[in-house]
Every structure is written in C-alpha cells, then in structure tokens.
C-alpha cells in the first residue's frame, strides 16, 4: 500500500491490516465500522445532519413531518386504550428535532403528553449530546439505551426515522445458480474492493435473502438486513406482551428488487462507499415488502407501505401548512418549498415509504 486512501485515513488503514490479517469482511461489518468506529466513525464523532451538513433529513426540512407523527402517535395511543404511563422510544433520534416537534404536538393531546416517558435508542455519543441539549426542556423523563431491547418494557410507541437505512447491510451475489456473499476486501492497489466469497452462502445465510429474490439471475444481488429481523422479532414480543405500535419512515422500494444499492453521502453529494470509511454517511435502501411480510409471520399487523407524500396528505400536511401560512404570511414561500420537499414524487415524496408495525387486535392506526 503506497499513496491510496487506505493509508490517508487513518480508520482505513486500520480495516486495511484488518482485512489483510483476517480476510475480507461483509458490507455490513464495513458499514458498521464506517459508522460507529469509536475514534474516527461518521456518526460517532460528529452531528453530520443539517442544510450546512453531510445531508439532510425530513424532520430537519420541516417542523411539520414531527408535528404530524405526534398526532400520528397520539391516535395510536387512544387505539392502545390511552395506556399511562407509556414509553414513547425513537431509534436514531438524530439532532433531537423531530421528538421535539412530537411533544409540541402533543400538547393538544394533555393527557397523552402526561402519560409520556421517552426512550431515545442512540449509537452515536456526538448525537447523544446533541439530543441532550435539545430536550433539556422536555416535560417528562428521557432516557437513552444503546439498544432497542434495553428500552424499558410495557405499553410503547416506537419510532425511526431513517434509521433502519443505515443499519449494516449484507449482500450476496448470484453466481453459477448459488449464492455467494458479497464481500469487502483489498484490491491489487490496496483500495478496498468488493470480492466474491468462495463458498457458497448456508443454508441460515439463504434464509435471509427475500424469498422473490432467491431465483435471481447470474450477477445479480441481493440485500439482507439481520438487524431488522431482530427488531421485528423484538416487536412481535414485546407486542404480544403489551399493546404497542412501531412506525418506520425511510427511503426504499415497496417491493423487493435485486441490486446493489450501498451509497455513501458527503456534503449532499454521492461518492464511492468504499473509498473513505468515516468521512461519509453509508446507507442502503430499505426493503418495504420485506418488512411487511417478515411482520406478519412474526405475528404482528402491518398497516403500509404507504408513499411519505400521500401519509403526509392523509395526516393533513396541507392543513397544517396552510395554518401556519395564514399566521406566519412572511413565511408563505418557505412553507411551501417544505411541503413540496416532503411530498413531491421528484423529491422525497414517492421515494420515502412509511409502514407500521402494531400489536394483533389493536385498530389499525391513521394514514394509510
Ligand atoms: N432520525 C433522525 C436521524 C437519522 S440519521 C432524523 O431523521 O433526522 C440516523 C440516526 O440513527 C443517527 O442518530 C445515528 O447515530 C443512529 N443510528 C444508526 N445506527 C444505529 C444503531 N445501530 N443503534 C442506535 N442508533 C443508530
């Protein structure tokens, strides 16, 4: 390895001596490590989320999208038969911003902000802190868990908002009518590559693909996401125990496609996911029908995929932004640009799906 990248930055060089001590990784463990490296990890060492940031995100373009999920939340709360208390828990709180818009919205709803204990699920220390500051005022209890599991049990309303994009993806290439599984390894050059693994994929490997998938032709790809069947089966557990309701909004097709869709993001713009680990945001597209159908046979109800754009309408985006317009007219134009942001289908209107996740019996909740 001479002048490369690998050797530029220091967490590279560390996954290069690791790939060449031990061989090549999974998308997912360089994911991971891109991500949440202690010392030099994207989202571990900084708040990279914002217009003046690495990239931007709905609750962050418009106080609406929070406001809307509070009400959103406030109904599934009444559907759960007004539990108090309950643990409102959202996964990759980001900046904060969007629980902060939720508990504004749910003042309208008193006896459901007083039955409020919130849970935040944060990988990152840099966010952590930044959440801290931003609900320092909360009027109820916030805590925060490293994991989903850690929450505290009984009746919860759980929430993401693409979150589930950049938990590790794992990919597996179709070749001479078996699976093989996408691999992170060292090139010639010494830059990271993607290599075949030589055995084919195990039986417990083959289950993870999405079964539309399994007949794929040569050279095509699949993605599997472990983390989310966790989080399902989590759900269905905890929902079996206590009523409850999960929503999930991220970017991602409605149906199963093959592909490799691993992107990494850098000051709003697309760059090569393997060349820096660290110094950009890593995702992969979130497969919807997946979720939907892995839901179901865990036991749990589905309501969605629905498009952000038309659950946004259904939940009256354009009511809402029309009030704040008529009180705020110096504002008319910025308000407009949000909601055409959040609900354009050249935007993130079609692009961006919303499913939920909710205990078996309970009323289906709004929006879909
Ligand atoms: N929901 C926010 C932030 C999205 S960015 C918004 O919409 O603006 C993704 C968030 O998920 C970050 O807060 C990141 O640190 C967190 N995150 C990613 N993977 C995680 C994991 N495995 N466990 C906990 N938090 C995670």
Redesign the pocket.
């Known amino acids: 390895m001479t002048d490369n990248t690998c050797v530029k930055n220091g967490l590279a060089a560390r996954m290069a001596a690791r790939i060449k001590a031990g061989g090549p990784i999974s998308a997912g463990a360089f994911m991971n490590e891109a991500?949440?490296d202690p010392r030099e990890g994207f989202?571990a060492t900084k708040d990279p989320?914002g217009a003046g940031e690495d990239f931007i995100?709905?609750?962050?373009i418009s106080q609406i999208f929070g406001e809307l999920t509070g009400l959103w939340l406030a109904g599934c709360w009444h559907n759960m038969g007004r539990p108090n208390p309950v643990r409102l828990i959202?996964?990759?709180?980001?900046?904060g911003?969007?629980m902060k818009d939720i508990l504004r919205a749910a003042r309208a709803v008193p006896e459901f902000a007083a039955a409020l204990d919130i849970t935040l699920?944060?990988?990152?220390p840099a966010?952590m802190t930044v959440q801290a500051g931003r609900l320092a005022d909360a009027p109820c209890p916030v805590g925060w868990v490293?994991?989903l599991e850690s929450a505290p049990k009984g009746p919860a309303l759980i929430i993401?908002?693409?979150?589930l994009d950049?938990?590790p993806v794992r990919q597996f290439v179709r070749h001479e009518e078996a699976w093989h599984e996408r691999l992170v390894g060292l090139g010639d050059d010494g830059h990271f590559d993607f290599v075949r693994s030589a055995a084919p994929a195990s039986a417990l490997e083959l289950d993870m693909i999405p079964p539309s998938l399994r007949d794929a032709k040569d050279g095509e790809i699949a993605e599997c996401r472990p983390?989310i069947d966790s989080i399902i089966d989590h759900l269905a557990i905890r929902f079996k125990a206590a009523p409850g309701a999960a929503l999930f909004i991220d970017y991602g097709p409605m149906n199963s496609e093959t592909g490799d869709t691993l992107q990494a993001i850098t000051a709003h713009k697309k760059v090569d996911p393997l060349a820096a680990p660290g110094t950009a945001d890593i995702t992969a597209r979130v497969d919807f029908a997946q979720i939907a159908h892995q839901g179901r046979a865990a036991g749990l109800a589905c309501a969605g995929p629905v498009t952000q754009g038309n659950w946004l309408k259904k939940l009256g985006l354009e009511y809402r932004a029309a009030d704040l317009m008529r009180k705020n007219p110096d504002q008319k134009a910025r308000l407009a640009r949000q909601v055409h942001r959040l609900t354009d289908r050249d935007e993130m209107g079609d692009l961006f799906k919303v499913i939920a996740l909710y205990g078996k019996g309970q009323p289906a909740p709004e929006g879909f």
């Open positions: 991500l949440f989202y989320i995100t709905a609750p962050e959202e996964l990759g709180p980001g900046r911003t969007m699920v944060e990988a990152s966010l490293s994991a993401g908002n693409e979150f950049c938990l983390a």
